[in-house]
């Protein structure tokens, strides 16, 4: 059962990660910060991806520890939370250049 669950919330991080690469098509960094309507969709699915990454079963995460999940939940945390330190060009550099690596890393584990 705990097995289906996680399959599950690998599945919904995989569309949070397809749904970011859709709304940043096209876009620099530059109009991606004067965008908020993008940005702010973007921050909500970083939010998203953290919240189906903390749901994993601490099975799963034990079995995948050499993954960086901590690097997603602390990001979810930070947009969460209201930090005013989020910084969108770590939010960019995320986007164009880490999510391809998760996403490649969970279809390996689907």
């Known amino acids: 059962m705990r097995e289906n669950k ?4 690998l599945e919904r991080i995989l569309e949070a ?3 970011i690469s859709v709304y940043v098509v096209g876009y620099d ?10 940005y702010d969709a973007v921050l909500m699915q970083f939010v998203n991806i953290g919240e189906m990454i903390n ?3 601490e099975e799963f995460h ?18 969460a939370h209201g930090y005013l330190d989020v910084k969108p ?4 550099k995320t ?14 584990l689907l």
């Open 95 to 108: 986007a164009k250049k880490d999510l391809p690596v998760l996403r490649k890393d969970i279809e390996r």
């Open 62 to 79: 034990e079995e995948h520890s050499d993954l960086p999940w901590h690097k997603a939940i602390g990001m979810r945390n930070e947009i």
């Open 55 to 57: 749901r994993l079963s």
């Open 29 to 38: 960094y530059n109009r991606f910060v004067n965008d908020k309507k993008t």
């Open 6 to 9: 996680d399959k599950l919330y």
């Open 17 to 19: 990660v397809d749904a």
């Open 89 to 92: 060009k770590v939010v960019w």
